[in-house]
């Protein structure tokens, strides 16, 4: 055996696998004096197993007798290994029947945590259980009050208005995220509409096409753009518009990656005394970006989060994550670049909603 194998460490290398082993005698006279032989089989490729049952079905009938049992026998060790690997592939599956077996991996599908997940079948199984009404209308009301239920209370409540004080509105958050056209559909909601009187300030002055498209949402809305370059800029600013109903401010985009950019945005939220601060996110980012980016900001008083590019993606298990483990409320969900119309209060129910859809 020690000989056979430095044989086959030799010719294969070592990622050799052993795939059979036989001890048998030959030679000899009259059955006398025989040596014993030790048989090994081994290989390297990750398809031999398919090769080799091909080579049974195609030429079983040629093989010699010993061919044909190591043939069976990778057979058989094959089906061996391909049921293991069907049985590793679902340990992690709960076992819930097959109706909640289709619920569980909707919510995955949508990338919901999977202990999330879990706990709201399991909860939605057993109530329906109990009901005398089976039915599949039944089963989605159920799941849908199951889904709403931990995130129903998690609602954004705007700041009281100050007495004789504008209220200020800082937005915050990644780059390219939709700070800005966000900023426009709020703005233009309340100077058109709601018949307030508005002023926009943007400190973003590293992209110039960010203080031209405000000023150019301004000039449409007849409403006053500032920019500043500075936190002491920004207070003087605010100090001049105190005869304003609202005031947005824009600020530059942010890495949540890059320490510095993110003190300096700090000493403009310094300066702005903001009654509330929306940090805005996009819809299309995976979990975990989101939990960094409120690591990075959680000396900042965020009051909600406002979810973009709704229109962009087809998975909200993320965002639902997010509200049900870190409990920030979500102000709006924005889904277009249409102004204003591609935004909307993001009612709890409508989160769930989206989940639901099919």
Do not use: W
Not at 138 to 148: C, G, R, S, V, Y
Not at 219 to 243: G, H
Not at 318 to 339: D, E, M, R, T, W
């Amino acid at each position: 055996m020690q000989e056979a194998m430095e044989r086959i460490k030799s010719e294969l290398g070592n990622e050799a696998v052993i795939l059979h082993t036989r001890y048998f005698k030959e030679g000899g006279f009259l059955g006398l004096f025989r040596k014993k032989y030790v048989e090994v089989t081994a290989a390297v490729d990750n398809n031999v197993y398919d090769d080799l049952a091909t080579v049974k079905e195609e030429t079983s009938a040629d093989l010699a007798p010993q061919n044909r049992e190591i043939v069976s026998d990778l057979a058989a060790m094959r089906k061996m290994m391909q049921e293991m690997s069907f049985l590793l592939g679902n340990l992690g599956e709960p076992k819930f029947p097959k109706i909640g077996q289709t619920l569980y991996h909707r919510l995955i599908k949508q990338e919901i945590d999977n202990n999330i997940a879990q706990k709201i079948v399991k909860l939605t199984i057993d109530e329906y259980s109990r009901t005398p009404l089976q039915t599949k209308e039944e089963l989605n009301k159920i799941f849908l009050a199951n889904l709403l239920k931990p995130i129903q209370k998690i609602r954004y409540e705007p700041a009281p208005a100050k007495q004789g004080k504008p209220r200020i509105l800082t937005f915050i958050g990644p780059t390219g995220v939709g700070k800005t056209t966000t900023i426009a559909k709020l703005a233009a909601i309340s100077a058109v509409m709601e018949k307030k009187k508005v002023a926009l300030i943007t400190v973003d002055t590293y992209r110039i096409a960010a203080v031209e498209q405000l000023k150019t949402i301004g000039d449409i809305m007849n409403v006053p753009v500032k920019v500043v370059f500075n936190p002491e800029n920004l207070q003087e600013c605010l100090q001049d518009m105190l005869d304003f109903d609202v005031i947005y401010i824009d600020t530059a985009g942010r890495s949540h990656k890059n320490e510095t950019q993110v003190n300096e945005l700090k000493e403009y939220l310094g300066s702005a005394h903001s009654d509330d601060i929306f940090l805005v996110l996009a819809s299309t980012s995976k979990y975990q970006d989101f939990l960094d980016i409120l690591e990075t900001y959680q000396d900042v008083n965020i009051t909600s989060l406002i979810f973009t590019k709704l229109d962009e993606t087809s998975n909200y298990g993320s965002i639902y994550n997010l509200v049900y483990k870190k409990k920030h409320p979500i102000s709006y969900f924005a889904n277009g670049q249409n102004i204003p119309d591609d935004i909307e209060i993001a009612e709890p129910i409508k989160l769930v909603q989206m989940l639901m859809k099919e």
